[in-house]
Nanobody
Framework: QVQLVESGGGLVQAGGSLRLSCAAS????????MGWFRQAPGKEREFVAA????????YYADFVKGRFTVSRDNAKKTVYLQMHSLKPEDTAVYYC?????????????????WGQGTQVTVSS
């Protein structure tokens, strides 16, 4: 298993930007497909983005395309989520997750390791 710790959340005005980070420890980070998910109060956890082992493949939910960018630095064992043009509906707890299987996935059940989450609040 890999241990994950998110950071970078906070309060931002609509139209603003934030960069989330997820630091990993434990087994070889580069073996993991990494994903970002979010969960708003009263809603189910939903997929945001995923990135392959080398960072060459990415996959985004339709509602973040063009606004969010996922990237990773395997030497630093860290995955990032750069968020621009934030909207109030982006308010949620954001989680990073790790998956040993090679395919990109948007299903939470496909990810075996999770961080504790970081709160993102976008004010209107």
């Amino acid at each position: 298993q890999v241990q994950l710790v998110e950071s970078g959340g906070g309060l931002v005005q609509a139209g603003g930007s934030l960069r989330l980070s997820c630091a990993a420890s434990g087994r070889t980070f580069s073996n993991y497909v990494m994903g970002w998910f979010r969960q708003a109060p009263g809603k189910e956890r939903e997929f945001v983005a995923a990135i392959g082992w080398s960072g060459g493949r990415t996959y985004y939910a339709d509602f973040v395309k063009g606004r969010f960018t996922v990237s990773r630095d395997n030497a630093k064992k860290t995955v990032y989520l750069q968020m621009h043009s934030l909207k109030p509906e982006d308010t949620a707890v954001y989680y990073c997750a790790a998956r040993l299987s090679p395919g990109l996935s948007d299903r939470p059940a496909d990810f075996g390791s999770w961080g504790q989450g970081t709160q993102v609040t976008v004010s209107s």
